[in-house]
């Protein structure tokens, strides 16, 4: 498969070891908040945070942010996400929100940006989106679309295609990013050691999912919250600035690769708790 399905008409630091940890230590890190996501000194419920990983990695990206917002004792979820096609991977996120009770602050990366902006869609709980070096899709984009918008993304060199096997027999295509090419495009500045790790981890993306166009724009109707990755070689960081000024996003801009929440979780918390703070259901310092 050519890197030109990348191309459409042109308009215009992780601490070290942390990749090799896994998600299970994402329920051990911090205190843990009441099963009713409730705290007994508070009226209101506490707002559960949803992190939503992109593609080329999984919920463990989230790791450093996690440990920082549980230890301020806040209720967190991190589920895998299929990767599948934006559709599936929507509907199967969704699922996931509404088994939720109470307020939720949903924040997505990369691809994970155009999942919450379709999941989200109509959920009266959802009280507020926010994204991470993401995707902002309108009603037809695509994530493939919006990575073309404008120039700069180097993640068609980076990348490779694989095929998998589909029901019915028929082969299907996802991508990778070949590993000797991983820390550079993805997590500059994480230890060399580190990156290689993530490398060989990474959950590939189906081509379907960064061409299927978004069926919602759940920024239109529920506030929103943008970091832009300046350094950014997956998504173009004008690109980024461009999404978040049309979605009407609070925005901040740090110097940091596409895994903005591996370099640097202190700013991610610190963009997720301003969101957390706007939510009307929680009225307590954070």
Not at 229 to 239: G, V, Y
Request: proline content about 8%; charged content about 15%.
């Amino acid at each position: 498969m050519s890197s030109d399905i990348f191309r459409p008409t042109v308009t215009a630091s992780l601490p070290a070891g942390v990749a090799t940890l896994g998600t299970s230590r994402l329920a051990e890190a911090g205190p843990q908040p009441t099963a009713a996501g409730t705290d007994p000194q508070q009226h209101h419920p506490r707002p559960t945070t949803v992190l939503i990983h992109g593609a080329f990695a999984d919920a463990s990206s989230w790791q450093g942010v996690v440990e920082l917002l549980q230890a301020q004792g806040h209720q967190i979820l991190a589920p895998a996400l299929p990767l599948r096609g934006l559709a599936s991977d929507a509907a199967y996120i969704r699922s996931v929100l509404q088994s939720i009770t109470g307020p939720i602050v949903l924040v997505g990366h990369s691809y994970g940006g155009s999942v919450i902006t379709q999941a989200a869609g109509g959920l009266s709980h959802v009280k507020a989106l926010v994204y991470i070096a993401a995707f902002v899709p309108d009603i037809g984009e695509s994530a493939l679309a919006l990575t073309g918008k404008f120039p700069g993304s180097t993640l068609p060199q980076a990348t490779s295609t694989q095929t998998y096997p589909l029901p019915g027999g028929e082969q299907g295509e996802e991508l990778v990013i070949k590993q000797d090419r991983f820390h550079d495009q993805f997590a500059a500045g994480v230890p060399a050691q580190t990156a290689r790790v993530m490398a060989a981890g990474q959950r590939p993306i189906t081509l379907s999912a960064l061409q299927e166009p978004a069926q919602e724009a759940a920024w239109k109707t529920i506030p929103s919250w943008y970091l832009v990755a300046t350094e950014d070689r997956n998504i173009p960081p004008a690109a980024e600035q461009w999404m978040a000024q049309r979605a009407g996003a609070h925005t901040v801009s740090i110097r940091a690769p596409h895994a903005a929440a591996v370099t640097d979780p202190g700013a991610v918390t610190d963009l997720i708790r301003r969101a957390i703070r706007s939510t009307t259901e929680w009225h307590a310092p954070l």
